[in-house]
């Protein structure tokens, strides 16, 4: 995984987006799973207070 993230931030538009980590809580088991996305840096954050995707 961690080569993906380094393979994009040599890109020259690459330092625009950041990794965020979200813990999701399942409504059936009630475990907690983690969803890494990568999101533009002038969203992230809009996209940790919508929730969702």
Known sequence: ?????VA????AGGKDWAK???AVKSPK???YT???EMVP???VQEFIASGTK
């Open 29 to 31: 088991t009630g475990a």
């Open 20 to 22: 965020v980590i979200r």
């Open 1 to 5: 995984m961690a080569k993906k993230v």
């Open 41 to 43: 840096v002038d969203k």
């Open 8 to 11: 994009t931030l040599k890109v």
């Open 34 to 36: 983690f969803r890494e």
